[in-house]
């Protein structure tokens, strides 16, 4: 076992999970490569979510592919700062949304 | 302006030390296949030429920019110029041969006292095709420029020039201060005489390379959003968008190893080697020849110091179409800057 749960050289390795699990490896594989290719969303649309997404798991991992992905794929600096930001309204909103219920419980209890 | 690695007295200015580097670390311990191993596992080594189309001729590494990536290490430092006697003699083989493209690069060529003379020699013996690689800012570095696309009009050059970004910061931060709003002033004043335009046979070209270490997007789609966003902001038009990646030798090679990205970059270039790249490498139907005469497989191979096989003749005095056209091209690891992805070239992706 690693002494850090994180390695760069570990992404390379991520088609290493077929090596315990082959089928489910080759489906999951197969489906990812179709979500990412152009579609009503282009190439570029969807990296920039990706990116968008691996902020809001933060998974260091897709940050750094997504990155490299989205400066390959033509985004604009500015363009993928917008994204992490939506990431971080969403985030922020999601937790200031449920305000709301402190709110309704705060009203129930109070005379 | 930065600094040229020649007058660092850096190291990597040599050739011979860049082609070093390529050969040990992750190539010498194994890590990595060289080029010569990935090729020939698909039956491709020794790499040999189609039919001689492109003479690529560098007519001088003196340039009124120091571009960040440059492989050629150019900058206005760079005294390496070529003569007229050089000049007649690529004429004298193109008249004679059925090579049809003349492709004139430096540093800026622009800046060689005898370059219009060049081009107007060419137009009148019937080059078919005359393309200057002009990096747009050397139309307003002088009032003696002023005029180039006039000079271009008049003699029939395709006009192929960089502009890595749409917009300023990218372009700025790779080029120089500034670049950005000269060369659209130069992209306009070469529209206003009709390159570009519709109808005008008058073809500009843009070079798009990647502002860092990671590979270039789709052609097509890169030229869909230059076309767009030039057109929006600039009124600024153009024929074609070349995607080139940036291979790894001289000013790009020691920012690869500065920035600890060289491993990395290898690795990536290596994991997208594209097969059906190496049909279409440019060393198959390009010679490319330097300021004093000599003959190499690419501009890159040129700045190596990697001349063309000994026994096809080194230099242009020496010009023989048969064994130039049978001979072995000279490949190092820096060759999977051509063969990554969807390829790369001077006319751009290949495959």
């Known amino acids: 076992m690693e002494k850090t749960y994180y390695d760069p050289a570990d992404l390379k390795k991520f088609g290493d999970v077929a090596d315990f699990q082959p089928e489910l490896a080759r489906k999951f594989f197969d489906y990812y490569g179709d979500v990412f290719k152009d579609g009503a969303l282009t190439a570029r649309e969807k990296s920039l979510i990706a990116l968008a997404v691996a902020h809001a798991v933060q998974c260091p991992y897709c940050i750094d592919a997504y990155t490299s992905d989205s400066l390959e794929k033509g985004a604009t600096e500015q363009q993928m700062m917008e994204a992490v930001h939506v990431t971080t309204a969403i985030r922020g909103g999601a937790s200031l949304v449920h305000g709301v219920q402190m709110m309704n419980k705060v009203k129930k209890l109070s005379m | ?351």
């Open chain 2, 1 to 351: 302006m930065i600094k040229t690695l020649r007058s660092q007295n850096h190291s990597l200015a040599s050739g011979q030390e860049q082609l070093r580097f390529l050969s040990n670390g992750i190539f010498g311990s194994d890590k990595l296949p060289t080029f010569r191993e990935k090729i020939d596992t698909l039956g491709e080594f020794p790499l040999k030429p189609a039919n001689i189309e492109i003479f690529q001729v560098n007519v001088g590494y003196m340039c009124n920019q120091v571009c960040k990536h440059c492989h050629v290490d150019a900058g206005p430092d760079r005294k390496e110029i070529m003569g007229r006697e050089t000049m007649q003699r690529c004429l004298d083989i193109m008249s004679k041969t059925n090579i049809h493209t003349l492709d004139l690069t430096g540093g800026a060529p622009e800046m060689n006292p005898d370059f219009r003379w060049f081009v107007e020699e060419a137009h009148k013996i019937g080059v078919k095709e005359i393309i200057v690689r002009s990096n747009l800012t050397i139309i307003l570095a002088n009032p003696k420029y002023h005029d180039l696309p006039e000079f271009f009009k008049k003699n029939g050059v395709r006009v192929v020039s960089s502009l890595p970004f749409y917009q300023p910061d990218k372009t700025d931060r790779q080029r120089g201060e500034g670049v950005f709003v000269k060369s659209i002033e130069a992209l306009q004043m070469l529209n206003a005489v009709g390159y570009g335009k519709a109808g005008s046979g008058l073809h500009l070209d843009l070079v798009y390379n990647p502002g860092g270490a990671f590979l270039p997007g789709n052609q097509a789609e890169l030229e869909r959003d230059f076309k767009k966003e030039l057109k929006n902001h600039y009124y600024v038009d153009f024929n074609s968008l070349f995607t080139i990646t940036n291979l790894p030798i001289s000013r790009f090679l020691d920012f690869l190893i500065r920035t600890e990205n060289y491993e990395e970059y290898m690795e990536k270039l290596v994991d997208s080697f594209n097969p059906a790249a190496v049909k279409g490498v440019m060393c198959r139907n390009t010679i490319s020849v330097d300021y004093d005469g000599y003959m190499y497989d690419c501009d890159f191979n040129q700045m190596l110091g990697l001349k063309v096989d000994k026994q096809a003749g080194q230099h242009i005095n020496d010009f023989n179409l048969e064994k130039l056209e049978s001979r072995h091209i000279a490949i190092s690891q820096h060759c999977y800057g051509c063969t990554a992805g969807a390829g790369s070239s001077c006319q751009g992706t290949v495959a």
